[in-house]
């Protein structure tokens, strides 16, 4: 018995989580084998390469925003995790600090040189391997008795600064920046200091390890002041550590959709537009067919001002809309189960859209070692 075709009503029916004013409705996914008699829903690769696209709505080096459509919630939460946590970037993790007479005390110092994200060239950072960690280290004695690091493990970044008095100043001056040299500590005073082959994988004079941003601040000094220390980086994923996570944020979100039932006129449509971001609702003149077809529910309404979607993408679901009597009945709200807008901000190291698919390879790989896995158990 050949299966039942399903309308395109009931299809999008289907795919739509309902936003009322108080619940949530149809949340869960029904497309599987079993749930509608004589539907066949069986997963397969051919359906899914016709139904699963992607589209970028914006691709910055540093903001990346795109949609994936026909795609599941647990791979499209899967992508979310991995961008978050499990991608290598390289970051500060041992400061030695060898004089700082500054206010900032050693501890908060290093924390906030931790949180500094750095590039570089991306060759370069690709060819770094993960540092080794001593199976058990207690202690910072341990760590530094053990001497691991070499040349494609470990960056070695110094920074050394000391604030003095300008010279000419005039009388009465009262501006830090006029009275004082180095009075502020910034990201840019990070010097890079290649060992062994990093001179040829981290060429100056763009592919120097440095600061993504030059001007964040990192102490304040007064004449006499001193900060003298070492850095060395290291390889990380951001599940040991946030301040290895490739992105600032990494995010998704369910594509709205506003569904008017009923036609909204006048005033009504003017203040329905106001329910919503600019942009999402549109204002149009009731056409003469309009106004002449019997059921349209614009009879004899011909160039008054009716409310129409125009871009749900740009919607909130606020749910503002029905907290106002008059919409009653005539608008429905919900969300694209299967339609992802994805949202990555990268931290700098890497570029927006090469993190996802980065998380793309991250994914394929643990998918890889656990068939492998399950090969060795049927053997």
Not at 299 to 310: F, L, P, Q
Request: with cysteine.
């Amino acid at each position: 018995m050949a299966p039942e075709a399903v309308s395109p009503e009931e299809a999008r029916r289907r795919k739509i989580v309902g936003v009322n004013a108080d619940t949530v409705t149809n949340v869960t996914s029904t497309d599987f084998p079993g749930h509608y008699p004589g539907e066949d829903h069986t997963w397969s690769l051919e359906k899914f390469e016709k139904n699963f696209r992607i589209e970028f709505h914006k691709n910055e080096p540093l903001d990346a925003v795109f949609s994936l459509i026909g795609i599941d919630a647990s791979i499209a939460n899967a992508f979310r995790r991995i961008l978050l946590a499990e991608i290598p970037t390289l970051a500060i993790e041992h400061v030695f600090v060898h004089n700082n007479t500054s206010i900032v005390q050693d501890e908060v110092l290093a924390a906030r040189l931790g949180l500094v994200p750095l590039t570089g060239r991306l060759e370069g950072l690709n060819w770094m391997q993960f540092y080794p960690k001593p199976a058990h280290a207690t202690d910072d004695d341990t760590l530094a008795a053990r001497d691991d690091a070499a040349d494609h493990n470990t960056v070695v970044l110094k920074l050394q600064i000391e604030c003095s008095w300008a010279r000419n100043i005039e009388k009465g001056e009262t501006d830090p920046d006029k009275l004082y040299v180095n009075s502020n500590v910034y990201a840019k005073n990070i010097i890079f200091e290649p060992t062994g082959r990093q001179h040829q994988e981290f060429p100056e004079p763009d592919g120097v390890i440095r600061p993504v941003n030059p001007d964040i601040l990192l102490a304040k000094m007064r004449p006499g002041q001193v900060i003298d220390l070492d850095m060395h980086c290291v390889k990380g994923i951001g599940a040991d550590h946030a301040k290895f996570s490739p992105v600032a944020t990494a995010s998704y979100r369910l594509l709205p959709t506003i569904d008017i039932i009923s036609s909204i006129l006048g005033d009504d449509a003017r203040k329905f537009a106001r329910c919503f971001p600019k942009g999402v609702i549109a204002l149009e003149d009731v056409t003469e067919e309009e106004s002449g077809e019997m059921g349209s529910g614009y009879e004899g309404m011909a160039g008054e001002k009716k409310a129409v979607v125009r871009n749900t993408f740009g919607d909130t679901v606020s749910r503002e809309c029905l907290r106002h009597e008059e919409f009653a009945g005539k608008v429905k709200l919900g969300r694209v189960r299967d339609h992802f807008i994805f949202s990555v901000e990268s931290t700098g190291q890497f570029e927006s859209d090469l993190l996802f698919l980065e998380s793309v390879k991250t994914l394929k790989a643990k998918c890889s070692r656990l068939k492998r896995s399950l090969d060795d158990i049927m053997r």
